[in-house]
């Protein structure tokens, strides 16, 4: 058990540009979460998966911003035409399927922190 | 919709001290879990304590206590014994129970400094 990782760390991108950040979860779990910190702040929901199932959008969730899990395994995160007020840390989380453990508990990955220019 | 609210923004602390950290809640939920993370500086987050609205008993992990008013919704965090490694940003989320899964509902954080 690796935990939960994402790439890259650090993306530095310039207003206007496509970015996409990649989320691997803990392997034996099926729910995954996106979430998105700005400084000095708690992490705000922004989707979650259950399996490849997208289940839940949060109003955060603009047309610009777009998730996918195709597999049931890693997630991927876009984001297009980045604008000024995308820069934050985006953290994925995974947490066990139903009944095999405690599913209520999110792992976090340690981030990917975008900066647009 | 639940909201969780962290009133002090920064706390300091003594080595082998004590220190609280505050949180309310507002939900219309009945079964509910609450949570203190921990977000040490650069470093990803980590779950330090879980309570069950369910249960009535207070959790407690070593240091780590937590004193649930459900009637109040408050959900407050006992560090005891500060430790130099407890410095970081300590956040209290809300998660409604839920089996197909659910956000955390989090707090805006306190960030808690210990000293030597």
């Known amino acids: 058990d690796t935990g939960v990782s994402q790439n890259p760390r650090h993306k530095i991108t310039k207003r206007g540009q496509n970015v996409t950040f990649r989320c691997d979860p803990i392997?034996?779990?099926?729910?995954l979460y996106w979430y998105r910190q700005t400084l000095g702040q708690g992490p705000e929901f922004l989707t979650y998966?259950?399996?490849?199932?997208?289940l839940e959008k949060s109003r955060l969730l603009s047309d610009r911003f777009s998730a996918e899990r195709p597999k049931g395994s890693f997630s991927t995160l876009e984001i297009q035409r980045t604008e000024q007020g995308d820069s934050a840390m985006y953290l994925c989380?995974?947490?066990?399927?139903w009944g095999q453990g405690p599913s209520y508990e999110q792992y976090f990955g340690p981030g990917t922190r975008l900066t647009v220019t | 919709a639940q909201t969780v609210t962290q009133s002090q923004p920064e706390m300091s602390v003594q080595e082998a001290e004590t220190v609280t950290l505050s949180c309310t809640y507002d939900?219309?939920?009945?079964?509910?879990?609450l949570f203190w993370y921990k977000q040490p500086p650069s470093r990803q987050m980590i779950l330090v304590i879980r309570?069950?609205?369910?249960?009535?008993q207070n959790a407690t992990e070593n240091r780590f206590s937590v004193n649930f008013q459900k009637a109040a919704k408050s959900f407050s965090l006992k560090i005891s014994d500060s430790q130099l490694g407890d410095t970081a940003m300590y956040f209290c989320?809300?998660?409604?129970?839920?089996?197909?899964?659910?956000?955390?509902?989090f707090g805006k954080g306190t960030t808690l400094s210990v000293s030597s």
């Open positions: 989380a995974s947490s066990a399927r």
């Open positions: 939900t219309s939920e009945s079964n509910y879990y």
């Open positions: 309570q069950e609205a369910y249960k009535q």
């Open positions: 989320a809300f998660m409604k129970q839920n089996q197909a899964g659910t956000a955390l509902i």
């Open positions: 392997s034996e779990h099926n729910r």
């Open positions: 998966f259950q399996n490849e199932a997208q």
